[in-house]
């Protein structure tokens, strides 16, 4: 079994990858970075969400010695021109605040009506090689955004981004429903391909 490293300390997140990846029958087995602690955090100094996921799934390969996966993702609001985008995790300014990073942002757009309120999630997914060979897919979930947050489940952005076409927001959702959907899951299926391919 090939043993990928996927360049996040998220939990949640290697959680959520490792059913996506599991279901597209992917006999790997997934870790996060946590396995590897002596490895530093990669800055993430890209200006696009592929140049930040290919950063980090870059730098974990080469001080691995093992594929690596690693996505960068974020909302990106209509009206404040697709902001906050690649600045997501840290728009309150600490990183992976959820619940600062959330108030913030409700607090911008409070005076914005429903008709006005469109956004999406965006996720670049990157599959490095010790070698240096990389692939780079991208998915997005359109929807619009909540004036509060609603439902316990997800991460992020969830409580507030109803895709289009349901009533629930995504934190509402089951990880399987949000999986099926999920800008992530959009793009870790497409990547799924290449890893079969370059790892197998």
């Given at each position: 079994?090939?043993?990928?490293?996927?360049?996040?300390?998220?939990?949640?997140?290697v959680?959520?990858?490792?059913?996506?990846?599991?279901?597209?029958?992917?006999?790997?087995?997934?870790?996060?970075?946590?396995?590897?602690?002596?490895?530093?955090?990669?800055?993430?100094?890209?200006?696009?969400?592929?140049?930040?996921?290919?950063?980090?799934?870059?730098?974990?390969?080469?001080?691995?010695?093992?594929?690596a996966?690693?996505?960068?993702?974020?909302?990106?609001?209509?009206?404040?021109?697709?902001?906050?985008?690649?600045?997501?995790?840290?728009?309150?300014?600490a990183?992976?605040?959820?619940?600062?990073?959330l108030?913030?942002?409700?607090?911008?757009?409070?005076?914005?009506?429903?008709?006005?309120?469109?956004?999406?999630?965006?996720?670049?997914?990157?599959?490095?090689?010790p070698?240096?060979?990389?692939?780079?897919?991208?998915?997005?979930?359109?929807?619009?955004?909540?004036?509060?947050?609603?439902?316990?489940?997800?991460?992020?952005?969830?409580?507030?981004l109803?895709?289009?076409?349901?009533?629930?927001?995504?934190?509402?959702?089951?990880?399987?429903?949000?999986?099926?959907?999920?800008?992530r899951?959009?793009?870790?299926?497409?990547?799924?391909?290449?890893?079969?391919?370059?790892?197998?």
């Amino acid at each position: 079994m090939t043993r990928l490293i996927l360049a996040t300390r998220n939990a949640g997140k290697v959680t959520e990858l490792r059913a996506i990846l599991s279901d597209a029958g992917l006999p790997h087995e997934l870790v996060g970075a946590d396995a590897y602690p002596e490895i530093p955090d990669v800055k993430e100094t890209g200006v696009t969400f592929a140049e930040n996921a290919l950063l980090k799934a870059h730098a974990l390969a080469r001080a691995t010695g093992l594929p690596a996966i690693a996505d960068d993702s974020g909302l990106c609001v209509d009206v404040l021109n697709g902001a906050p985008g690649i600045f997501s995790a840290r728009w309150a300014g600490a990183h992976g605040d959820d619940k600062a990073n959330l108030d913030l942002l409700l607090a911008q757009l409070s005076d914005i009506d429903d008709p006005h309120r469109g956004a999406h999630f965006a996720c670049a997914a990157a599959l490095a090689l010790p070698d240096g060979t990389e692939r780079v897919v991208e998915g997005r979930l359109r929807g619009t955004l909540r004036h509060a947050p609603s439902g316990t489940g997800g991460f992020g952005y969830d409580p507030i981004l109803q895709p289009e076409g349901d009533t629930r927001t995504c934190a509402e959702l089951t990880p399987a429903e949000k999986n099926a959907i999920s800008h992530r899951g959009q793009a870790f299926r497409a990547l799924v391909p290449f890893i079969r391919a370059l790892t197998t």
